[in-house]
């Protein structure tokens, strides 16, 4: 996707919504990363919103120095902030399309789903894919089934984390063998 449909979007909108979205996208990935971090993933598709919402409130409130725009000029206020989140959103998806440094993600990590919990999961194929790169071949099952064993949820099985374990070693091999 080229940059202009993003720039066409935005000339929709009025200075003052464009810049308040920029203050949109830093409280909104604030929170994200701050108090809101445990919430679940749906949550933060509607948080631009809520937050243009209430900044583009508290801003026509300090402008025009009374309440009116939240109580004769409501209709606007909220069509205003409700602007604000989705330039923000704008925002964030120009950023993520153009300027954000995709990061490689390790073969292991989907292999590593339900056997691992996802806080320990980079950890664990990282060590894997590291560590495993000096273990000889014959000694690469044990290796990565004791080291699944090390990071293993409780909920999984022996014969889940033997048959992942196998998984993972030869997929690790074929690695080594393409390298």
Same mark, same amino acid.
């Given at each position: 996707? %080229?940059?202009?449909? @993003?720039?066409?979007?935005?000339?929709? @909108?009025?200075?003052?919504?464009?810049?308040? $979205?920029?203050?949109?996208?830093?409280?909104?990935?604030?929170?994200?990363?701050? /108090?809101?971090?445990?919430?679940?993933?749906? *949550?933060?598709?509607f948080l631009p919103f809520g937050v243009g919402?209430?900044?583009?409130? $508290? @801003?026509?409130?300090?402008?025009?120095?009374?309440?009116?725009?939240?109580? #004769?000029?409501?209709?606007?206020?909220?069509?205003? +902030?409700?602007?604000? +989140?989705?330039?923000?959103?704008? @925002?964030?998806?120009?950023?993520?399309?153009?300027?954000?440094?995709?990061? $490689? #993600?390790?073969?292991?990590?989907?292999?590593?789903? +339900?056997?691992?919990?996802?806080?320990?999961?980079?950890? $664990?194929?990282?060590?894997? %894919?590291?560590?495993?790169?000096?273990?000889?071949?014959?000694?690469?099952?044990?290796?990565? %089934?004791? *080291?699944?064993?090390?990071? /293993? /949820?409780?909920?999984? %099985?022996?014969?889940?984390?033997?048959?992942?374990? #196998?998984?993972?070693?030869?997929?690790?091999? #074929?690695?080594?063998?393409?390298?």
């Open positions: 996707m %080229s940059v202009l449909p @993003y720039l066409n979007a935005f000339r929709l @909108y009025k200075a003052d919504v464009l810049l308040l $979205a920029f203050a949109v996208t830093f409280v909104t990935s604030l929170l994200k990363k701050t /108090a809101m971090k445990n919430c679940p993933k749906k *949550t933060y598709l919402l209430l900044l583009y409130a $508290a @801003y026509a409130v300090l402008v025009t120095r009374s309440f009116l725009p939240l109580t #004769q000029d409501a209709l606007s206020t909220v069509e205003s +902030g409700f602007a604000c +989140g989705c330039a923000a959103t704008l @925002y964030y998806l120009a950023y993520e399309q153009f300027f954000r440094a995709k990061k $490689a #993600q390790s073969p292991l990590l989907p292999l590593l789903e +339900g056997f691992v919990d996802e806080e320990k999961r980079e950890e $664990a194929a990282n060590r894997l %894919s590291e560590e495993s790169k000096s273990v000889p071949d014959e000694e690469l099952l044990r290796f990565v %089934s004791d *080291t699944l064993a090390e990071y /293993a /949820a409780e909920n999984a %099985s022996e014969a889940e984390l033997s048959a992942a374990a #196998q998984t993972i070693a030869e997929l690790l091999r #074929q690695l080594r063998d393409t390298n």
